[in-house]
C-alpha cells in the first residue's frame, strides 16, 4: 500500500511576514512549505534560508520554463538554496529537462547536499481545455497532453510531476509507483474553487495515488489555518 501523502502549504501570500507567520503556525503539522513566484518575486532567495531555519522543507515552485542552458543554471542556484523539491515545466522540452535534471545531479554531487526532487509542470490545473486550445491550438483532451509530458518528464530523468488529480491516476499507471506525484487543485468538503478548475478532495487525491498534496488558499485564507490543516489530516488518516 502506498504512505499517504504528505501536505505542502502553498504560501502565496503577500509578505515575509506574513509568510513566516503561516510557517510558524503550521510547522507542527505540515512539513513542506512551497514558495511561489509571488513571494519569491518580493522577498527573494532570503526568505527560503529564514523558512528553513524553522525546521522545515522548501518546495521552490518557479516553473522554469527557458533555454537549456538558463534553467540548467536556475536548477544549480535552486540547489545552491538547499531546497527540497522544485518545479520546472515540461513545455520547454527533453533538452531543457535533461539539463535540469544533469545539473542537479552535479550540484549536489559537487556540494555533498541531498538533490531536490525536480518535478515537472504539465498543464495549469486553471487551464480547461478551451483555454489550451486558444493558446497552443492543441485540439486534444487535456488529460492525454498531461499524460504525455508526464511520460517525456520521466525519460528526461525528472522524479516526477505536478497534475491534477483527475489525471494522477493514469499518470500512475503509466509511469510507475516511483514517480513522484504532486497534485494542487486539493478542496476540501466546502472550499471554494477560486480560478482551478479541476479540483479534488484530499481523500480523493489520496485514492488517486497522489503523493504530495499542495494547498494554498483552503489553508491560508481559512479562519484558522492551523485547524483547516488538522481537517485535512484527519480526512487523510
Ligand atoms: O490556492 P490553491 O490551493 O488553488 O493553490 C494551488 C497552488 O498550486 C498555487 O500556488 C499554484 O501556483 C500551484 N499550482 C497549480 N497548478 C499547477 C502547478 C502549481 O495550481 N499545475
Same mark, same amino acid.
Given at each position: ?10 504560501l502565496?501570500v ?15 503539522k ?36 527557458d533555454i537549456?542552458?538558463?534553467?540548467a ?14 518545479t ?18 552535479e ?10 526532487l525536480?518535478?515537472?509542470v ?20 487535456? %488529460?492525454?497532453?498531461? #499524460?504525455?509530458?508526464?511520460?517525456? /518528464?520521466?525519460? &528526461? +530523468?525528472? $522524479?516526477?510531476? =505536478? ?31 477560486? %480560478?482551478?478548475?479541476? #479540483?479534488?478532495?484530499?481523500?480523493? /487525491?489520496?485514492? &488517486? +495515488?497522489? $503523493?504530495?498534496? =499542495?494547498?494554498g ?21
Amino acid at each position: 500500500m502506498r504512505m499517504k501523502p504528505q501536505i505542502i502549504a502553498a504560501l502565496d501570500v503577500e509578505s515575509r511576514v506574513e509568510a513566516l507567520k503561516l510557517v510558524s503556525t503550521l510547522r507542527e503539522k505540515i512539513d513542506y512549505f512551497k514558495v511561489g513566484s509571488r513571494l519569491f518575486t518580493a522577498e527573494g532567495p532570503g526568505l527560503i534560508e529564514e523558512i528553513q531555519e524553522a525546521g522545515v522543507s522548501v518546495f521552490l515552485d518557479l516553473k522554469f520554463h527557458d533555454i537549456p542552458a538558463t534553467v540548467a543554471g536556475a536548477v544549480r542556484a535552486a540547489c545552491g538554496l538547499g531546497v527540497r523539491m522544485l518545479t520546472l515545466h515540461t513545455a520547454g522540452g527533453v533538452e531543457m529537462m535533461k539539463a535540469a535534471a544533469q545539473s542537479a545531479r552535479e550540484a549536489s554531487s559537487r556540494s555533498g547536499r541531498q538533490r531536490p526532487l525536480l518535478v515537472g509542470v504539465t498543464v495549469l490545473t486553471s487551464m480547461s481545455r478551451e483555454d489550451l486550445s486558444d493558446i497552443s491550438l492543441y485540439p486534444g483532451e487535456v %488529460d492525454e497532453l498531461v #499524460t504525455r509530458r508526464a511520460r517525456r /518528464a520521466r525519460e &528526461a +530523468g525528472l $522524479d516526477g510531476v =505536478v497534475a491534477s488529480v483527475r489525471e494522477a491516476a493514469r499518470i500512475r499507471s503509466e509511469c510507475g509507483d516511483g514517480f513522484v506525484l504532486v497534485t494542487p487543485g486539493i478542496r476540501p468538503a466546502g472550499a471554494a474553487a477560486g %480560478d482551478q478548475k479541476r #479540483t479534488a478532495t484530499p481523500a480523493e /487525491a489520496a485514492r &488517486a +495515488g497522489a $503523493d504530495y498534496l =499542495v494547498i494554498g488558499r483552503p489553508l491560508y485564507q481559512a479562519a484558522s489555518p492551523a485547524e483547516a490543516a488538522e481537517a485535512v489530516l484527519r480526512e487523510l488518516e
